[in-house]
């Protein structure tokens, strides 16, 4: 009854989490979704960041209906008819929301992956030795492709040289820059790893949505870096290999940077230095500045969805739990490894995140993630280590009397 109890709360917050996701309206957003088409599969500049949140938000789907013996079959029925009437609920009634072929195939694909994963929760709980060590090892391998893809996603894309500044451009989808432009000054290059955008500005209030300052466009109209404001907040981004895969590029904010009074003047500026992004607002005698340094745990800013989300508030601590919680995994199927003693799965601990958190970032060109994630990672390999060895379920690691041999003490 309990178990059974468990499976109807598991399957509710499945659909609980599906409805909150893509049932909310968003009606400043209505413009933007009556653009997209139908028939799309890679929708607009996010649209790599569509297809992976699509995905993930209906494993838990499929890994709920699988769990109570639904087969794969009718999981799939499943996912697709709940999809579909999100679908039609967004082309209907929910404004703002943006239907397209594109979540339809992805949210069914989520559901056979998680009824996929769903059959085979009794041997990943409870694997044999063998098993539970290729799962720790291919984990630990998982994780560092994780970190390599997004060292690699975060650096400036190639071919990114500006060629003109475009002042608070209009332009669709994005806010106008609630202010004028008096001057700008560009100093630098991205590709020398040492730029800084400056603007001079009459700001005349906040926006609701990005609104760009100066943007720095190439030559085939494609923008490659942006200042920006965002209600109070000051931004710059660049374009990085992330863009290549529709993915959300990175960019750091300086949040409550702008005054509320209007017409005052104020200097936004933001940059790249090394491999560090910064952004910087002065006005009446005040200075407000944030920096992020672009490193292989970065992985959560680039999935961020349209509607904003306060997670890069403290961008360190959003870094540290991204790199920590796959990292529980690991450390719990090296626990269900009984023949491997503490030593040698703390052995394999460190050098897991020394490959991870040193040798990747060094590879790739890119900055070194804090003490905080060494911290975390740390943490979550232990308690994944200590859950995995002791947890209900877990094969004894003590010795029977009869297999002891005759010169155990």
Not at 19 to 42: F, K
Request: charged share 15%; net charge positive; with cysteine.
């Amino acid at each position: 009854m309990i178990a059974s109890g468990w499976r109807w709360l598991g399957l509710s917050g499945a659909l609980g989490l599906i409805g909150l996701a893509t049932l909310v309206p968003y009606p400043e957003q209505a413009e933007l979704s009556r653009s997209t088409p139908l028939g799309c599969l890679v929708c607009g500049e996010l649209g790599g960041v569509d297809v992976v949140l699509n995905l993930a938000l209906f494993v838990p789907l499929g890994i709920a209906l699988r769990s109570r013996g639904i087969r794969v079959p009718q999981c799939i029925v499943v996912a697709f008819a709940t999809s579909l009437l999100v679908e039609v609920a967004q082309a209907t009634a929910v404004t703002g929301r943006d239907p397209s072929l594109s979540d339809l195939i992805t949210n069914t694909a989520g559901g056979l992956l998680g009824a996929l994963l769903g059959g085979h929760l009794a041997r990943l709980w409870r694997p044999d030795p063998g098993l539970a060590a290729r799962l720790a090892l291919g984990a630990g391998a998982g994780w560092l492709m994780l970190l390599a893809g997004t060292a690699w996603a975060v650096r400036p894309a190639p071919g990114s040289t500006p060629s003109r500044a475009e002042w608070a451009p209009r332009l669709p989808f994005v806010d106008t820059f609630a202010g004028r432009i008096e001057s700008v000054d560009i100093r630098g290059t991205i590709a020398t790893r040492d730029l800084a955008v400056l603007a001079t500005a009459r700001l005349d209030g906040w926006t609701e949505h990005l609104a760009p300052a100066v943007d720095l466009v190439g030559a085939r109209g494609i923008m490659t870096a942006r200042l920006g404001q965002l209600g109070q907040k000051v931004t710059f981004g660049l374009r990085a290999n992330a863009s290549r895969l529709r993915l959300r590029p990175p960019s750091v904010k300086v949040y409550r940077a702008l005054p509320p009074a209007s017409g005052q003047r104020v200097l936004l500026a933001g940059g790249l230095r090394e491999a560090t992004l910064w952004a910087r607002a002065e006005a009446d005698g005040s200075v407000h500045s944030a920096e992020l340094a672009l490193t292989p745990g970065l992985g959560w800013l680039l999935l961020l969805p349209l509607t904003f989300y306060p997670f890069d508030y403290r961008p360190d601590l959003t870094t540290a739990a991204w790199v920590a919680l796959p990292l529980l995994l690991a450390g719990f199927w090296a626990g269900r490894r009984t023949a491997w003693n503490l030593r040698t799965s703390a052995a394999g601990a460190v050098a897991l995140l020394v490959l991870g958190l040193v040798v990747v970032p060094e590879l790739f060109g890119v900055e070194a993630d804090g003490w905080q994630c060494w911290a975390a990672g740390a943490g979550s390999l232990a308690a994944g280590w200590l859950a995995g060895r002791y947890a209900p379920g877990a094969a004894s690691t003590s010795v029977p009397p009869s297999a002891r041999s005759a010169w155990s003490p």
